[in-house]
């Protein structure tokens, strides 16, 4: 007697063999000889179908195997019958570890929409469609870290409680112990953070790209890849407020070796993918199929799932400048019919419909677009010699806009003081980050992904509350 997941059983297992299968009822279909069970535990896409004779199990039994209850059948492997499975149960034993009364379970045997599953978010990893999300997003965290180690990177982790604001951006979670209705105040009325935990104002943080460069400076190559928050206030499709992001970050980099790493390295995970989550891919690449024939015409993707990742593997990455650009989005068609949502010129920082038109309709290839005005990118980026300039690169793919940020960093002292003090930070609040460029200063460069663009990249997803099992969004917090 043996106790695999369906997933071995089905791949390793002869016909002839005893087994015990454990998992949860997704249907059960009673006809005049037999009662077929599907039964999933979460290990694959597939169900594994178990077979009683008429009348071998008790009515009592019976009833309490509906969908959502977990049982354990026992019994030999036989040949299936059944079209679109080779083996399938003879059941000898069947044991009821929970039934799931069928009146108040929510999960029926249909499709429910994405918003009604995003209200049983506790719940909806046990459908198809989000247990195969789930295994593919394991699938790619393991090949984020897999390709790291190959290429002699460490991980190195980032505090999440963080005393700096890495990009001034002002979309901070504070972090505190004082009591919010009556906080110890200064003289000047204000909140006294002296007395708080850390003694000082403390946030949950946005990037570790800070603390990544010094990790860099020391190990020459690491990689992050931790929770990050951001009190995004905007309820887009591609933002969390608490999300994972991969960031890597290297000695001796410049930005052309930085697009060169980027490129491999979302084409390599991207590959893992497609060769160990095929079943997965095949449901979801489905599924989605399925989705564009209730849209309109005009309003369906051209490509479909894997023709979209093979879209991405197998094209070199266009790279171009912002202000090449800018170019051509001020002369397309959209920019010059008004169908832009944003207007479109030199200084503005672009919105995923122009990041999109680019990747879709212009270049029809994933794009990276480098050298960005100073002005719409961080202070830490390494400064062009036009004075205007920085040596920033975002990576622009299909249906997402901006999947990863990056830049040169700047290695000039001076420089980088100079420019904080024009964005108002205190040089000497980042006074260990200014070390790492006042004592054997070096070329670097890196990047930042959002683990969860990728997964939504990678799934075909639409909402990227659909690919993170917990999703954290304004007036959305339920665990
Ligand atoms: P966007 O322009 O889409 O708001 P950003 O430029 O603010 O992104 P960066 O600060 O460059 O983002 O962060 C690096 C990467 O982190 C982005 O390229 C994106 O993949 C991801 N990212 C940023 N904000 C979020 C978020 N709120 N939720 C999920 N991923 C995010
Ligand atoms: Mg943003
Ligand atoms: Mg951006
Ligand atoms: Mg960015």
Known sequence: MSYLPIQQVLKTLPVGTDVTIKGWVRTKRESKNAVFIALNDGSTINNIQAVAEAGQLSEDTLKLITTGACIAVTGPLVESQGAGQAVEVKIVTVQVYGPADPDKYPLQPKRHSLEFLREIAHLR??????????????????????YFNDNGFYYLNTPIITASDAEGAGEMFRVTTLDATKPPLTEEGKVDYSQDFFGRETNLTVSGQLEGELGAMALGKIYTFGPTFRAENSNTTRHLAEFWMIEPEMAFYELEDNMNLAEDFVKTVIRYALQHCADDLAFLDNRLKEEEKTKKKEEQSELGLLEKLQFVISNEFVRLTYTEAIEILVNSKPAKKGQFQYEVSWGVDLQSEHERYLVE???KKPVILTNYPREIKAFYMKQDEDGKTVRAMDVLFPGIGEIIGGSQREDDFDKLVARMHEVGIEPEALWWYLDTRRFGSAPHAGFGLGFERLVLFVTGMGNIRDVIPFPRAPKTAEF
Do not use: G, M, Q
């Open 125 to 146: 990893p046990r459908t198809n469609t989000f247990s195969a999300i789930l295994r593919i997003r394991h699938a790619l965290a393991f090949a984020v870290h897999k």
């Open 361 to 363: 309709k212009h270049f």
